[in-house]
């Protein structure tokens, strides 16, 4: 399975910043995605990234809070734009693995703090 | 929209004992995931159901799926601490492959 990393791995901000995330993956994926873990809950897709084309955000995100980039099949960043301490999560990308497996694996996560 | 319920949230069994976790979804789906999250760490995926009466086993887990029921189970025998951690089932939609998950089984196996 394709080694998927995250940088940071843990932060801690003040409010009304903005944080950016990437997600480093060691071979070319056509869908990677965006997930958010909450405290002690489970997990909600804030976006899909695909290469070439705009983010597809689900309902309750927006592009002005969650900008996301995806410059080439490797490679994509998240930002928490203007954070507030409800922002306080964790965030994982996935990617999809494609039809042989199929199944999506997760990067280690940024434990964000707002503070 | 599709929503994915898991039951029990909570589960506290003791060495030896056997259990099943359960996870029913609310619309058609014929891609059924089942991942481990110990505390602290990412998910690490368990199982992939890709069809109906599907069973996949890996030592003392064993997951299967019944698209028909919209449900999809997973079952621990004789239960060992190593097996202590988050359990969440999630479901796949559509062409784009994302994922929504149930709310996540948090199991505890004590000697």
């Known amino acids: 399975s394709a080694v998927i990393s995250q940088k940071p791995s843990r932060d801690i901000c003040q409010r009304g910043t903005s944080l950016t995330i990437q997600c480093q993956v060691d071979?070319?994926?056509?869908?990677m995605f965006w997930y958010r873990q909450q405290p002690g809950q489970s997990l909600t897709l804030i976006a899909t990234?695909?290469?070439?084309?705009?983010?597809?955000?689900e309902s309750g995100f927006v592009i002005d809070k969650f900008p996301i980039s995806r410059p080439n099949l490797t490679f994509s960043t998240l930002t928490v734009s203007n954070m507030s301490p409800e922002d306080s999560s964790i965030y994982l990308c996935?990617?999809?693995?494609?039809?042989?497996?199929?199944?999506?694996?997760f990067g280690p996560g940024t434990r964000l703090t707002v503070l | 929209e599709l929503k994915v319920e898991q039951n029990p949230l909570f589960l506290s069994m003791q060495e030896g004992k056997n259990y099943t976790i359960y996870c029913n979804y609310s619309?058609?789906?014929?891609?059924l995931y089942w991942y481990r999250q110990d505390p602290g760490k990412s998910l690490e995926s368990l199982f992939v159901?890709?069809?109906?009466?599907a069973v996949k086993q890996e030592g003392r887990l064993m997951a299967s799926l019944d698209t028909k029921a919209r449900l999809s189970t997973l079952h621990i025998t004789a239960a060992v601490h190593d097996l202590s951690a988050t359990y969440f089932c999630?479901?796949?939609?559509?062409?784009?492959?994302?994922?929504?998950f149930g709310k996540g089984t948090l199991l505890t196996v004590n000697p």
């Open positions: 999630a479901v796949g939609g559509g062409s784009n492959y994302k994922l929504t």
């Open positions: 990234a695909n290469q070439g084309s705009e983010a597809t955000y």
């Open positions: 071979s070319q994926v056509t869908m």
């Open positions: 619309t058609t789906s014929d891609r």
């Open positions: 996935s990617l999809w693995s494609g039809q042989g497996t199929d199944t999506q694996y």
């Open positions: 159901l890709l069809s109906n009466g």
